[in-house]
């Protein structure tokens, strides 16, 4: 079975908690890539605190890594450092946390198919994770499509990065929709490394993080891959807000099995 991962409300945490029991499932916190956050260790402590009162173990949840202007293979020695910090940072965080994953994005320029920066970003992001994977070997490291037309930069980099344990994708669905091509080429070439999978829906041209049903992203097409190629993955329903949740765990049991995950939804709040 599938498990549900919702973002929690810090401001209606006591609802959010409450939601994931609906669906046996688990946090995923986006509290954390904001630099102004990963500056300020007090407020870091602040946050976690005000979570603790109502989840006393981590174990299963994960969070989003920093990602805003983060470009490890940058060939500007200076953004490189920056950026390899607060991955730094945020793994850090998922440490003290003792979380189960951090998730990053690839950061590859959408369509920019010049064999010299493709070639950069692969070495350089092949290097660079070897060493976070071997530094924080209790916590994996999911990396997301975000602007990749194709899967195959991403699944090549799995190839290389697969002996790690602790390594795996996270397959943000909806950028694919709107960002890509083929659908099923993402699902057969990405599905051994799918660890952990986004979802929400848009209007197919942008990212718009609409509750499931609300947009143009066929559920139908996403089942039948999904009970195709069987990734081993959670799955997130990407987007804040307790109502949007809410709508979403409805459509998903009424609408998709997903290896019996609707089965499991009891809206009950």
């Known amino acids: ?56 173990d981590f174990s299963i949840d994960t969070m989003h890594g920093a990602f805003l202007d983060v470009t490890v293979h940058s060939q500007d020695p200076l953004i490189r450092e920056v950026s390899e910090k607060r991955i730094v940072q945020s793994m850090d965080i998922a440490k003290e946390m003792k979380l189960r994953a951090v998730v990053f994005h690839t950061g590859r320029i959408n ?44 699944t090549e980099f799995a190839i290389k990065l697969k002996d790690y344990g602790n390594f795996g994708v996270c397959f943000d669905y909806a950028h694919a929709n ?41 559920w139908n097409r996403f089942e039948e891959m999904m009970c195709r190629y069987k990734p081993d993955s959670s799955i997130l329903i990407e987007f804040n807000g307790i109502e949007k949740q809410l709508s979403s765990l409805r459509y998903i049991s009424d609408n998709m099995s997903l290896d019996g995950i609707g089965e499991r939804i009891v809206i009950d709040i």
């Not at 549900?4 to 959010?16: F, G, V």
């Not at 499932?25 to 630099?35: H, I, L, M, R, V």
């Not at 993402?186 to 993080?209: G, Q, R, T």
């Open 1 to 56: 079975m599938k498990k549900i991962y919702l973002i929690p409300d810090l401001n209606r945490i006591e609802e959010s908690a409450k939601l994931i029991k609906c669906c046996d499932g688990a946090f995923e916190y986006n509290d954390f890539y904001n630099p102004l956050v990963l500056d300020d260790i007090k407020l870091q402590s602040k946050i976690i605190d005000r979570y603790s009162r109502y989840r006393t």
């Open 111 to 154: 369509g920019f198919r010049d064999k010299v920066y493709l070639d950069n970003w692969m070495k350089t992001n092949v290097a660079f994770f070897r060493r976070i994977l071997e530094m924080y070997p209790e916590q994996s490291v999911f990396i997301e499509n975000m602007f990749d037309e194709s899967p195959d930069i991403l």
């Open 178 to 218: 709107v960002y890509g091509e083929n659908l099923e080429e993402w699902f057969e070439s990405l599905s051994p490394f799918i660890k952990h999978i986004h979802i929400n829906d848009n209007d197919l041209k942008d990212d718009l993080h609409l509750a499931l049903g609300k947009g143009k992203i066929n």
